[in-house]
C-alpha cells in the first residue's frame, strides 16, 4: 500500500495566493492555492498551469503535472529570496512516480532543508485529487545575495 498521506483538502477548500515573493511571469502562469499547515520550509499547496502546456493540441495530464512539478521549490521558502537575501536554486530535479496522475490539479507536500555548508534539499510528495502517486527531490544550492 501506499504509505504517502494524501493532501488534506481539495483545491477548492484552499486559499488562493500569489507567491509574490517571486518576479517574472512563471508565477504568474499557474494558479496556486495554500492549505492549512503551509507555513515557511513546509509547503501544502495545489497547483495548476493557468495556459495550456501547447497550443493547439491535446496533452496527458502527466506532461500538465509533470510541466508545473519544478515549482515546489519555490512555494514554502524557508528564506527571503532574491536582493538583500537568498538565491537557493535547485540543480537537479528527480522524480519518482508510482502511479500515473491524473486531472488538471498538483498537490504539493514538501519539506524544505538546508545544510550549513550551503546545500539544501526539497522533498515533496506529489498528490493529485485521488492521493499521492509519487515523489519529487531536487538538491538546492543556497548562496547569500546582501
Known amino acids: 500500500g501506499i504509505e504517502d498521506e494524501p493532501m488534506s483538502g481539495p483545491p ?3 486559499r488562493p495566493t500569489t507567491l509574490g515573493e517571486w518576479p517574472g511571469g512563471y508565477i504568474h502562469s499557474i494558479e496556486i492555492r ?3 499547515g503551509h507555513a515557511p520550509g513546509h509547503g501544502r ?3 495548476r498551469p ?3 502546456l501547447v497550443s493547439p493540441g491535446p496533452f496527458s495530464d502527466l506532461a500538465r503535472l509533470i510541466g508545473v512539478a519544478d515549482t515546489s521549490n519555490g512555494i514554502a521558502t524557508r528564506v527571503e529570496p532574491g536582493p538583500g537575501g537568498y538565491a537557493f536554486p535547485n540543480v537537479d530535479l528527480q522524480l519518482h512516480l508510482y502511479r500515473e496522475p491524473h486531472g488538471e490539479w498538483l498537490g504539493l507536500q514538501n519539506s524544505v532543508s538546508f545544510g550549513s555548508d550551503g546545500i539544501g534539499l526539497t522533498s515533496t510528495v506529489l498528490c493529485d485529487l485521488t492521493g499521492p502517486f509519487g515523489r519529487a527531490e531536487q538538491i538546492l544550492t543556497l548562496r547569500s545575495l546582501s
Open 50 to 52: 493557468r495556459h495550456p
Open 12 to 14: 477548492e477548500s484552499a
Open 45 to 47: 499547496a495545489w497547483i
Open 34 to 36: 495554500t492549505l492549512p
